[in-house]
């Protein structure tokens, strides 16, 4: 029946789209002859005008220095490349001789790497490197000495704490893995480099802990990220769906973070984190569903506040979620559940808005979305706007106008504070929120129920890295619950190591961590 | 990775404990002839004892194939003896997953939604538990883990709100009527406990101590339903035995502070567990199925099962006098017993008698 | 599978709103009844219904004040008053925050066992709906007393009356529990125009209204089948002088003797506080002070006792539910002709009181 459908549908697909492919002259290896070099690689570059190409002789050699306008510090070319290279006088130097000076006798720059095809070229070059080759030997020289333009490392934008440290991570990715060691400065945190994207070569890095983590849970996670067949990799969200379970689960197995400490506390638990060039967030595998009301400011506080706002985070979530369509269910099914004087109100309220209820929370919390989304994309100049309108919008003159019922506002705004008090399941929240006022207008308390344990159903399927989402509030433990329902005191947490492949339910066959 | 099913003991234990209580919410006095609550109470302590009796048989079998459901034990002796019980089991499932379906039915048209028809409710609940035994008897019990809280707090948040209610002049002797309401009581109580068959499948899926967990979960369950009826017993006295549902009507007249009435939280546990338990039978009955379909047709047994699930519930639902007669001791105790207690003891007598063999879950 | 998921979906919206979606009806098209009033006059019923009116009270509200909207149904059954009030409201009628039900003399007369299994099968009616009896017809009384918040107010008196203690709780519940139990009778106000405060109850029994209550008796009554929080006593003192006291009580106990199975000992323990006094009371005129309320009550319920049980053989306080706790071989035996039994029992009440305060107020 559907394969009508399916030639149609594959049709359009072909003639518009076709899967990445890896340009094979990339993998071309160098030549010793430099000439011969520099017209392929002018070849593969297309005349490209960022290219700068310098000729220069070498103790009588001939060599080329290559880098991209822009990404190279001028002053540490100068001082440490160039001065080098030409006061350079060896005796008897040939292209094997000079090629051993460079790698043996001389320090150049502090990252100095030898590099044999084109492919490895480009990626050098267009990683800030200064590139140079020597006429004779089919070896390239990467020389670090970036010097291109960044964002400085500044307070983080989605996860603020109060006690907290201010940093967070920013685009460099070799700036983020020194946010990292600083933190923990020991040598079994392990940074292991992959390349995805066949043509973008964007950095990816592994972060974890050797004697924490597991090999196979390592392993499973190298083996999806060698799966992505992409040719431009822009944000660690283009890999996030790689890394997920193939449950199509509303909830993610895959977190994200934009605090080194945040991370470095992660990875302490057996998990693995990866940051890609390029994004200032981090993906933290396997993300379990409790760590979305879990911050860093909660172990920095004192532990019965910490347990206190935990809970708040729990009941704001449920709130978000499911206030609007219990609201909509009860008016429109189950009004005896309002208390006397209560139903009055929302009565008399009702009687003067021309929509059903359902049609107005709908529409109410549409037009909060709309708003909230100008407000993330307007210019700062004018964003101040937004809240403005807003306040006409939900607010006393739409109440006045009569088009929306004074419950109705108070619903509204109370979903909206209790969406931010869980920022990482915004996205969830609002979809569902939605579903819910479709599903309690339409079936009352009873089709929320239902909807309720599907979403339950569906959380309870997700097992990243086989792991369950859930674990530990089910399958159970009740020392693991010691950081979920309550926040246990450092005494009591520091004590011992839990490791993420340890919980309850976990299916990773390696549970201890050990050294490579 | 290759994720292979786990359910913890204690997971087991709520699936089973919620499945059980389900019955307890809905307990209607007309289909018992109006026994006396205290009478009731001690019916469920000889049911309790009765189910283990009936679990001995079964225990054998475990003791000798920790690792084998019945199906397996029985494909190992004989394939098409296997074959003949993986059909009656699935459809003693079937069919209490069907009776299930239409018993809640017939509570939510009566009690919450008197105006609405009567199959949509079905049709959204088939779906459900169609979802539910799609995903599996892991996320059903990880489930079953927080409704298991859940409904333990809204249990004892009910009963705290009724403590004014309570009237110990309500309490009448046990044996008030003699011995045999209370053989009748009890007798009705096990024709009601068809998740002592659902034990013997899943056996294979469980890991941990086994028969601590069963005996945990009747332990929880005979507690639960002697504080149910307690609760009733005290709260309602005469009065339960003029509602269709009695149980029902405790949370109706529980108030706490503004919240006046909390039949609504009745009403959202009891959507819970049944979707809960229908969900269950249904992954029981299919999982029946699957082994005797052959490997290309595996498929469709979930499918197949739910259509059948959702025909036969809408048809039961408006059976009144064949709803009430799945309970009765020859509609419900009879196939209990053959298939908890029968089947397991003669499994394991033949087997006894042409020698053990190693059993293999997937037999 | 994205496919299927979308198949699923447009099959079940279309489906959904196809349906009727469980029988949706919108918090506008719902008559909330804040009142509800039976009559009976032999061959019909009339109800009087007090409406909340929405669109009113949006203008009202500055006010403070509720607006309510009286209309009524007549029928030969109750479904059909009913159902013509639900017309001549145009609306459906809803009764689940409905608190207090009023039913007419002759209603309550005749037609009470009636009434009330209609009242309990109806789902929206909670069980814990008041119950109150007028004098002559309810429309009469309801047409008299012409309050905008005639249900508040009415609730508000049960509500007094049962904190002193003047009877106990007259929910629809503890009606039918009393009427289906042992007692088989159940203690329901009764009010009449131009009172201000509730001053009788009637003993209703499954045929009808057996007896009605004075004051005096209804208050003797609640001692035992009631928690009394604060009945205002007013006794003198060792000098003569008069002394106000605030008593509260639990619910009497009620034991029988082994040997005798209609010998009663009502047992009760009162807690006093001084309300009011001329002069401080003296640790040595406590005692005196209790033994005078210890008879005093149990002059009270002596009294009830004799009007309800020993003269026309009814269980108000909970005598056969005593009886069939401890003696229930004798109480399955004789339970057709209890209520001659109970006329020749033996009943002894005890009371015992204590002053947990002597502090005062002095009056003028």
Same mark, same amino acid.
């Given at each position: ?516 | ?79 098409? *003896? #296997?074959?003949? &019980? /993986?059909?009656?089991?699935? =459809? ?5 997953? %069907? @009776? $299930? ?128 009826? *307690? #609760?009733?017993? &005290? /709260?309602?006295?005469?009065? =339960? ?5 009695? %149980? @029902? $009507? ?114 | ?364």
């Amino acid at each position: 029946m559907f394969e009508f459908y399916k030639r149609w549908f594959h049709y359009y697909k072909d003639s518009a789209y076709a899967p990445p492919k890896t340009d094979p002259a990339l993998s071309q290896r160098l030549g010793e002859n430099l000439l011969d070099n520099m017209v392929t690689i002018r070849q593969l570059y297309a005349n490209s005008e960022d290219l700068v190409t310098r000729g220069v002789q070498v103790s009588g050699l001939s060599a080329q220095l290559l880098f991209c306008e822009g990404m190279v510090d001028n002053q540490a070319f100068a001082e440490l490349v160039a001065e080098p290279l030409t006061s350079l006088e060896l005796p008897d130097a040939t292209p094997a001789s000079l090629q051993k000076w460079l790698r043996e006798e001389s320090i150049l720059a502090i990252d100095q790497k030898e590099f044999y095809t084109f492919g490895e070229l480009f990626t050098f070059l267009m990683s800030g490197f200064v590139v140079l080759l020597l006429d004779g030997v089919a070896t390239g020289t990467a020389l670090g000495i970036q010097g291109f333009n960044f964002r400085g490392v500044s307070e983080p934008t989605t996860e603020i704490n109060v006690r907290g440290s201010k940093e967070s991570f920013v685009e460099p990715v070799r700036i983020n893995l020194t946010l990292i060691r600083r933190r923990i400065k020991s040598p079994t945190m392990k940074f292991e480099s992959l390349t995805v994207g066949s043509k973008s070569n964007t950095s990816v890095y592994l972060v974890y802990l050797t004697d924490c983590v597991s090999q196979d849970l390592l392993q499973e996670v190298k083996n999806r990220l060698a799966k992505v067949k992409m040719d431009v990799i822009l944000s660690s969200g283009y890999l996030q769906p790689y890394l997920d379970e193939k449950t199509r689960s509303i909830f993610s197995g895959v977190g994200i973070t934009e605090r080194p400490d945040t991370l470095c506390a992660k990875i302490r638990e057996g998990r693995i984190a990866i940051l890609v060039d390029g994004t200032p967030f981090a993906l933290i595998v396997p993300y379990l569903f409790h760590e979305h009301f879990q911050s860093l400011d909660d172990y920095a506080q004192r532990p019965y506040y910490a347990t206190f706002i935990r809970w708040l985070k729990y009941l704001s979530f449920f709130v978000s979620m499911l206030l609007p369509g219990l609201y909509v269910a009860m008016v429109s099914f189950h009004p005896e559940l309002f208390p006397h004087a209560l139903l009055l109100n929302v009565a008399a309220s009702e009687t003067i808005t021309p929509f059903p209820i359902m049609l107005e929370a709908l529409l109410i919390h549409v037009i909060y979305e709309i708003m909230r989304e100008a407000g993330l994309r307007l210019p700062r100049p004018i964003g101040h706007a937004v809240g403005i309108v807003g306040a006409l919008v939900i607010g006393d003159a739409a109440v006045t106008a009569g088009l929306i019922g004074a419950p109705m506002v108070m619903v509204v705004a109370l979903t909206a504070i209790s969406s931010f008090v869980v920022p990482s399941l915004y996205e969830p929240v609002t979809v569902l929120r939605l579903a819910f006022i479709l599903v309690g207008g339409m079936l009352g308390l009873y089709g929320i129920t239902l909807l309720l344990l599907v979403v339950g159903l569906n959380l309870c399927a997700v097992n990243p890295f086989g792991i369950p989402a859930t674990s530990p509030e089910t399958p159970f433990s009740l020392y693991a619950m010691r950081d979920v329902l309550v926040r246990a005191g450092w005494k009591h947490l520091g004590g011992e190591n839990l490791r993420v492949q340890d919980l309850p339910g976990s299916e990773v066959p390696e549970k201890r961590g050990g050294a490579q | 990775m290759n994720r292979t099913v786990y359910v913890d003991t204690r997971q087991l234990l709520m699936v089973l404990f919620l499945s059980r209580i389900f019955t307890a919410l809905t307990f209607t006095p007309q289909g018992d002839e109006r026994i006396a609550g205290s009478t009731v109470m001690l019916g469920q302590l000889l049911s309790c004892l009765l189910q283990l009796l009936l679990l001995v048989p079964a225990w054998l079998l475990y003791r000798d194939h920790p690792r084998a459901s019945v199906l397996d034990c029985a494909n190992t002796l004989n394939r098409p *003896l #296997g074959g003949i &019980l /993986a059909v009656l089991y699935g =459809a003693f499932f079937l069919v209490n997953a %069907v @009776y $299930t379906a239409a018993s809640f039915d017939f509570f939510l048209t009566t009690a919450i939604y008197p105006n609405s028809s009567s199959w949509l409710p079905l049709i959204l609940l088939v779906g459900v538990a169609w979802y539910g035994a799609h995903v599996g008897i892991e996320p059903l019990s990880r489930v079953a883990g927080f409704l298991f809280v859940g409904v333990l707090l809204s249990g004892v948040f009910i009963a705290l709100a009724l403590i004014p209610r309570y009237d110990l002049s309500n309490w009448v002797s046990p044996l008030y009527d003699g011995v045999e309401p209370v053989w009748r009581a009890a007798w009705g109580s096990l024709t009601r406990s068809t998740e002592l068959a659902a034990v013997l499948l899943l056996v294979p899926m469980v890991k941990g101590n086994l028969r601590s967990g069963v005996l945990w979960w009747q332990g929880i369950t005979l507690v639960a339903f002697e504080a149910i009826g *307690l #609760g009733t017993l &005290l /709260a309602l006295g005469e009065y =339960a035995g003029t509602r269709l549902f009695p %149980v @029902y $009507t405790l949370s109706t007249i529980a108030e706490f502070s503004i919240f006046q009435r909390m039949d609504a939280l009745h009403m959202a546990v009891w959507v819970f567990l049944a979707a809960l338990k229908t969900g269950l039978y249904l992954f029981l009955a299919a999982f029946c199925l699957r082994d005797i379909l052959p490997q290309g047709q595996k498929k469709f047994a979930l499918p197949f099962c739910a259509v059948l699930l959702l025909v036969g519930s809408i048809w039961l639902a408006r059976q009144g006098g064949l709803l009430v007669g799945l309970t009765s001791p020859f509609g419900g105790v009879v196939p209990l017993l053959l298939l908890v207690a029968v089947c397991p003891l003669l499994l394991w007598l033949w087997e006894r008698m042409r020698g053990r063999r190693e059993v293999h879950h997937g037999a | 599978m994205v496919r299927k998921t979308w198949l699923l979906i447009f099959c079940t919206l279309p489906l959904l709103l196809s349906s009727g979606c469980l029988g949706v009806t919108s918090l506008d098209d719902r008559a909330i009844v804040e009142l509800l009033a039976v009559d009976w006059d032999g061959s019909e019923y009339e109800i009087q219904l007090s409406l909340f009116q929405a669109q009113e009270n949006v203008t009202a509200q500055a006010g403070g004040e509720t607006v309510q909207n009286l209309i009524s149904g007549r029928g030969n059954t109750m479904a059909q008053a009913m159902e013509s009030a639900s017309s001549q409201a145009g609306k459906e009628l809803f009764f689940a925050n409905n608190e207090l039900i009023l039913l007419g003399e002759q209603a309550a007369g005749e037609q009470l066992n009636f009434l009330l299994t209609y009242l309990n099968a109806n789902p929206q009616i909670r069980p814990s709906v008041r119950l109150l009896i007028t004098q002559g017809a309810a429309r009469d009384f309801l047409q008299e007393q012409a309050s905008d918040q005639l249900a508040k107010n009415l609730l508000g008196t049960l509500e007094n009356a049962q904190e002193e203690g003047l009877l106990s709780s007259a929910q629809l519940i503890d009606v039918l529990r009393q009427l289906e139990g042992p007692k088989g009778c159940a203690p329901i106000p009764i009010v009449g125009s131009g009172q201000e405060q509730l001053e009788q109850v009637v003993l209703a029994t499954p045929q009808g209204i057996a007896l009605v209550l004075q004051q005096r008796e209804a208050y003797g009554a609640s001692w035992l089948t009631d928690r009394v929080r604060a009945r205002l006593l007013s006794v003198t003192d060792g000098s003569g002088e008069p002394v106000t006291l605030r008593a509260s009580a639990g619910k009497g106990r009620i034991h029988l003797t082994e040997t005798d199975p209609l010998s009663y000992t009502l047992e009760l323990s009162v807690t006093l506080r001084v309300e009011e006094s001329m002069a401080p009371i003296e640790p040595e005129e406590v005692p005196d002070l209790e033994h005078t309320v210890e008879q005093a009550i149990e002059q009270e319920v002596q009294h009830t006792l004799q009007a309800t049980t020993l003269d026309r053989g009814l269980d108000l306080v909970g005598l056969s539910a005593a009886l069939r706790q401890q003696n229930p071989s004798y109480y399955r035996d004789h339970r057709e002709e209890l209520g001659d039994l109970l006329q020749q029992a033996q009943i002894q009440v005890q009371v015992s009181a204590r002053l947990e305060r002597v502090g005062m107020q002095a009056s003028q």
